[in-house]
């Protein structure tokens, strides 16, 4: 089953048991969906769908730092709640182990031996670990990597 398909079906479910903060995030994940498609003129795939929800997590996370900063407890929890029913269609996160493997063998397979090869290494992980692990997490290891 398509991760749309499983979204349409988890949002009619929703409605009939009366969910209401559910129903709420899986339309604005919907919304976000049906915008891209419209922008780019395409029907989007699982990849392009988790590319949007890995979008609507992280801004997500941006918005509960700046309402903790701010004290907004109140609405820091409402974007918690969001979060939490955004990340349930993400596949599972993958380890520090299994991420460090997957840099190793990436390095491997291209050559890489120092900074200036970053960029090409991230083009061989970002399809590889998209959707599974936080680039930015990988990112810095790889810098790590490389550095030492």
């Known amino acids: 089953m398509s991760l749309k398909t499983q979204l349409t079906d988890d949002m009619k479910a929703a409605m009939k048991a009366g969910e209401k903060a559910r129903l709420g995030v899986i339309r604005l994940i919907n919304?976000?969906?049906?915008?891209?498609?419209?922008?780019?003129?395409?029907?989007?795939?699982?990849?392009a769908v988790l590319a949007v929800l890995e979008k609507m997590v992280k801004?997500?996370?941006?918005?509960?730092?700046?309402?903790?900063?701010a004290g907004r407890d109140d609405l820091s929890a409402i974007e918690r709640d969001e979060m939490a029913i955004i990340e349930h269609y993400l596949p599972a996160k993958m380890g520090e182990a299994e991420i460090a493997a997957a840099i190793d063998a990436?390095?491997?397979?291209?050559g890489a031996t120092g900074a200036a090869?970053?960029?090409k290494l991230m083009g061989v992980l970002k399809p590889q670990l998209a959707g599974k692990a936080d680039m930015s997490d990988v990112s810095k290891l790889v810098k790590q990597k490389l550095a030492g």
Do not use: H, P
């Open 31 to 47: 919304a976000a969906i049906k915008q891209k498609e419209v922008d780019e003129r395409v029907e989007l795939d699982d990849a």
């Open 59 to 69: 801004q997500r996370r941006d918005s509960i730092s700046q309402y903790d900063a």
């Open 106 to 110: 990436a390095i491997a397979q291209t």
């Open 117 to 119: 090869d970053m960029g």
